[in-house]
Nanobody, 115 residues
Framework: QVQLVESGGGLVQPGGSLRLSCTAS????????MGWYRQAPGKQRELVAI???????TYADSVKGRFTISRDNAKYTVYLEMNSLKPDDTAVYYC?????????WGQGTQVTVSS
């Protein structure tokens, strides 16, 4: 059974930082492209960042220079380091694992940026 379990969300003030983690089980983690997506109320789910099996990364323009995605294949875990957070970053953040046409999602973790 495949599971993606996110953690690390919460309430943070504007300008603050959070680190999200997503630990996978039931997949050959090292071959999967791992990603973080987010969905704000009333909006469509959007890509935040992805990291390919080889380690290369892609970011949404809105988070470039502020967010960093990384992976630890030995721990079956992908991270999203979020700095200089803005109220517009408020959303449910979802972990994603993709290989070919196979895709899995985590349950999501809430990130709220507010003073």
């Amino acid at each position: 059974q495949v599971q993606l379990v996110e953690s690390g969300g919460g309430l943070v003030q504007p300008g603050g930082s959070l680190r999200l983690s997503c630990t996978a089980s039931g997949i050959i983690f090292r071959i999967y492209t791992m990603g973080w997506y987010r969905q704000a109320p009333g909006k469509q789910r959007e890509l935040v960042a992805i990291i390919f099996s080889g380690g290369s990364t892609t970011y949404a323009d809105s988070v470039k220079g502020r967010f960093t995605i990384s992976r630890d294949n030995a721990k079956y875990t992908v991270y999203l380091e979020m700095n200089s957070l803005k109220p517009d970053d408020t959303a449910v953040y979802y972990c994603n694992a993709a290989f070919g046409t196979t895709m899995y999602w985590g349950q999501g973790t809430q990130v709220t940026v507010s003073s």
